[in-house]
């Protein structure tokens, strides 16, 4: 069954409000660049432009690679986070604003009734996701689709899409759907199946406005509500009950 054929019975969950983030650790990976990696290409191609700009005597050409390498180095930045340290929390896995908490039921993965939170990341927020729980990588699965507006209620169902199977603590299974949106168009995974992760890792990054979506299963108790903005990595999302 591909993941475009999903099937979603959702009703609401009451929402709850946002944990405590007193005990807070350092970015749980290895130091980064503070631009992604897909970035440079871009902020590069921004570089010629002022160069040939300025060689050629062509002032709009080097307004347009200035402009063009500012966007891109502040679209691609890759900020480190202060990772929650207190155990049984679930964090966030992007930035961005919530826009869905319901329950679900998921039989793609055989999670059955679930928890979502869905984030909506427009074009200004950090893209990239990091993981929400300490665990392994079970499982992972592209499905091609469309790029309709991320926001959209059927975005989960249609949009293209990169799925990410956990398995935290106690054998629970956390599922992280990364939705392209309408201006993106490519999905990158950093992670493979079996690797070992930490609370708060990078995982990936969508290019362009996006969605992510995560699955909690009936024991994650939910403390963000609709209209809440959220850090990757270090805003709380829930915490297991």
């Not at 992972?140 to 990410?164: C, I, S, T, V, W």
């Not at 969605?211 to 909690?216: A, I, T």
């Given at each position: 069954?591909?993941?475009?054929?999903?099937?979603?019975?959702?009703?609401?969950?009451?929402?709850?409000?946002?944990?405590?983030?007193?005990?807070?650790?350092?970015?749980?990976?290895?130091?980064?660049?503070?631009?992604?990696?897909?970035?440079?290409?871009?902020?590069?191609?921004?570089?010629?432009?002022?160069?040939?700009?300025?060689?050629?005597?062509?002032?709009?050409?080097?307004?347009?690679?200035?402009?063009?390498?500012?966007?891109?180095?502040?679209?691609?930045?890759?900020?480190?986070?202060e990772i929650p340290s207190?155990?049984?929390?679930?964090?966030?896995?992007?930035?961005?604003?919530?826009?869905?908490?319901?329950?679900?039921?998921?039989?793609?993965?055989?999670?059955?009734?679930?928890?979502?939170?869905?984030?909506?990341?427009?074009?200004?927020?950090?893209?990239?996701?990091?993981?929400?729980?300490?665990?392994?990588?079970?499982?992972?699965?592209?499905?091609?689709?469309?790029?309709?507006?991320?926001?959209?209620?059927?975005?989960?169902?249609?949009?293209?899409?990169?799925?990410?199977?956990?398995?935290?603590?106690?054998?629970?299974?956390?599922?992280?759907?990364?939705?392209?949106?309408?201006?993106?168009?490519?999905?990158?995974?950093?992670?493979?199946?079996?690797?070992?992760?930490?609370?708060?890792?990078?995982?990936?990054?969508?290019?362009?406005?996006?969605?992510?979506?995560?699955?909690?299963?009936?024991?994650?108790?939910?403390?963000?509500?609709?209209?809440?903005?959220?850090?990757?990595?270090?805003?709380?999302?829930?915490?297991?009950?």
């Amino acid at each position: 069954m591909s993941l475009a054929k999903w099937s979603f019975a959702s009703k609401g969950v009451p929402p709850g409000e946002p944990g405590n983030q007193e005990k807070m650790a350092p970015s749980a990976d290895k130091k980064h660049s503070p631009i992604a990696t897909p970035g440079y290409p871009l902020i590069l191609a921004g570089v010629v432009l002022i160069f040939l700009g300025v060689i050629g005597g062509w002032p709009y050409l080097t307004v347009l690679g200035l402009l063009g390498s500012g966007f891109f180095a502040y679209f691609f930045r890759d900020p480190e986070r202060e990772i929650p340290s207190e155990p049984g929390l679930v964090v966030s896995p992007a930035d961005g604003k919530v826009v869905r908490v319901d329950e679900v039921e998921e039989p793609e993965f055989r999670l059955g009734p679930a928890r979502r939170v869905a984030i909506f990341m427009n074009i200004f927020d950090v893209h990239v996701n990091r993981s929400p729980v300490a665990g392994v990588v079970k499982e992972m699965r592209h499905q091609a689709g469309e790029y309709k507006a991320a926001f959209r209620p059927d975005a989960a169902n249609r949009n293209e899409q990169q799925a990410l199977m956990l398995e935290s603590e106690a054998e629970r299974r956390v599922l992280v759907v990364q939705i392209a949106g309408i201006l993106a168009r490519r999905i990158i995974p950093y992670v493979k199946p079996g690797q070992e992760l930490a609370r708060g890792e990078r995982v990936g990054m969508i290019c362009f406005g996006s969605r992510v979506d995560l699955y909690l299963p009936p024991d994650g108790v939910i403390q963000v509500k609709v209209g809440d903005r959220l850090k990757a990595g270090s805003s709380i999302i829930g915490r297991w009950a």
